[in-house]
């Protein structure tokens, strides 16, 4: 079956930088966009970044825009997150979701994906 697995979460402090990496496991389709979401206490998921499969086409929410970067390796059946100039604010359980229907867009909402890997957790202290 298909797995995702985040790694790379922890404290730091703001201003600082983290990087969050997603491996990706059991798929059976190809062609699919990979998103990166996050959740904060009390809140509802919301879109972080997603990427296509070409890697050509890259979306990020207006939070985060200029700060984060979303990439992958189709190679290592990996994608990643790197995150600058973190604000508090940007606290969150960080949960990346592959979307197996084909296309060339990467979707900006959470119905748009279906496999979801448990999350990481970001805390960034002020």
């Known amino acids: 079956q298909v797995q995702l697995a985040e790694s790379g979460g922890g404290l730091v402090q703001a201003g600082g930088s983290l990087a969050l990496s997603c491996t990706i496991s059991?798929?059976?389709?190809?062609?699919?966009?990979l998103g990166w979401f996050r959740q904060a206490p009390g809140k509802e998921r919301e879109f972080v970044a997603g990427?296509?499969?070409?890697?050509?086409?890259?979306y990020y929410a207006d939070s985060v825009k200029g700060r984060f970067t979303i990439s992958r390796d189709n190679s290592k059946r990996m994608v990643y997150l790197q995150m600058n100039s973190l604000k508090p604010e940007d606290t969150a359980v960080y949960y990346c979701?592959?979307?197996?229907?084909?296309?060339?867009?990467?979707?900006?909402?959470?119905?748009?994906?279906?496999?979801w890997g448990q999350g990481t957790q970001v805390t960034v202290s002020s």
């Open positions: 979701a592959a979307d197996s229907e084909p296309g060339v867009v990467a979707c900006t909402y959470v119905a748009g994906y279906d496999y």
């Open positions: 059991g798929v059976t389709f190809s062609n699919y966009a």
């Open positions: 990427i296509t499969w070409s890697g050509s086409s890259k």
